[in-house]
């Protein structure tokens, strides 16, 4: 944070954009999420099953 600050301070072209606060929410791969997340519970001895919400 301190980084951005004196960038802003000592560069007078720079300027903060504020992305928003769901921005990673946007970008998130989903699929990727759930992989990571389901791995994640394997590895702790977890047998996992997904099924879709009807």
Do not use: C, F, K, N
């Not at 980084?3 to 990727?32: E, F, K, V």
């Amino acid at each position: 944070l301190l980084t951005i600050i004196w960038h802003l301070l000592t560069d007078p072209t720079q300027s903060y954009t504020d992305l928003g606060a769901d921005y990673y929410d946007r970008h998130i791969d989903t699929t990727r999420r759930t992989q990571r997340h389901v791995r994640d519970l394997q590895a702790l001895g977890y047998r996992v099953t997904l099924e879709p919400v009807a």
